[in-house]
């Protein structure tokens, strides 16, 4: 049985050997630690479930923090630099669109490729500065196209 409501067992046992928080009240005490252990997002959630309100209780879904979003996109296959820049931009600006719709930032991007041979290779880009607009996402993502491209392996 779990002290504190919706919490997993990684975090739980993340909260009681790094925090020694088992109880809701526990977790409040060390808010302030709870907050560099976990995300933002993730922290306010727990603090939020401490405190008793609780999406779930009334209808929604506790767990509905949204970690991810993805934008994917199928076209054709290209040997171009060029063209697999301007559709990388393509989907930078579709993503950073639904980032905006949703209200979302992210901290982390990683870049998935299928080549001819339906091999799929997926990139990520160290962890920086938070990104959202298609700028921001272009700017992460392009250094691993190039990077792949002076590898040999031209993406569709």
């Known amino acids: ?3 504190v409501p919706f ?3 990684v975090a739980e046992k993340l909260l009681q050997e790094v925090l020694g928080v088992r109880t809701g009240g526990e977790l409040l005490e060390a808010a302030a630690e709870a907050h560099c252990l976990f995300s933002r997002g993730r ?3 727990l603090l939020q479930v401490a405190l008793g309100w609780c999406e779930k209780e009334r209808g929604g879904d506790a767990g509905a923090m949204q970690k991810g979003i993805s934008f994917s996109d199928t076209f054709g296959s290209s040997d171009e630099p060029a063209a697999l820049r301007r559709q990388l931009w393509t989907m930078c600006e579709g993503l950073g669109a639904s980032m905006l719709a949703a209200g979302l930032v992210g901290e982390k991007l990683t ?5 001819s041979s339906f091999e799929v290779r997926s990139r990520a880009a160290p962890r920086g500065a938070a990104i ?4 921001e996402l272009y700017a992460r993502a392009l250094p691993l196209l190039e990077r792949e491209l002076r590898r040999g392996g031209a993406a569709e």
């Open 43 to 45: 922290a306010d959630q």
């Open 111 to 115: 870049l998935r490729l299928k080549d």
């Open 1 to 3: 049985t779990r002290k």
């Open 132 to 135: 959202g607009s298609a700028g």
């Open 7 to 9: 919490l997993g067992r």
